[in-house]
Nanobody
Framework: QVQLVDSGGGLVESGGSMNLSCAAS????????MGWYRQAPGNRQKLVAS???????DYRDSLKGRFTISRDDAKNTIYLQMKNLKPEDTDVYSC????????????WGQGTQVTVSS
């Protein structure tokens, strides 16, 4: 199993920046990709960005240019750098890690609240 601890959320003013981190522990060898999702109350989880074991990244189109995902393999940690934040970026951001068969290996962090004030 894999345990994920995500952190770094909080309150930021519109136009500001914030960095999130997600540290993985446990059987990390089964992880083939990690990513960040966000969810507003009553809405579905939406992919923010993901990064595969080969380094390939994927971003939600509307967030390209403002959000950057990166990783530190030595620390089994991924990061999400968010710039020029807008009030509509306010959501609970959750880290996820998954294996080759996501139906079998799909792990989630506890989520961290990001609030952008106008």
């Amino acid at each position: 199993q894999v345990q994920l601890v995500d952190s770094g959320g909080g309150l930021v003013e519109s136009g500001g920046s914030m960095n999130l981190s997600c540290a993985a522990s446990g059987t990390v060898s089964i992880i083939t990709a990690m990513g960040w999702y966000r969810q507003a109350p009553g809405n579905r989880q939406k992919l923010v960005a993901s990064i595969r074991i080969d380094g390939k990244t994927d971003y939600r189109d509307s967030l390209k240019g403002r959000f950057t995902i990166s990783r530190d393999d030595a620390k089994n940690t991924i990061y999400l750098q968010m710039k020029n934040l807008k009030p509509e970026d306010t959501d609970v951001y959750s880290c996820s890690a998954w294996g080759t068969r996501r139906s079998e290996y799909d792990f989630w962090g506890q989520g961290t609240q990001v609030t952008v004030s106008s």
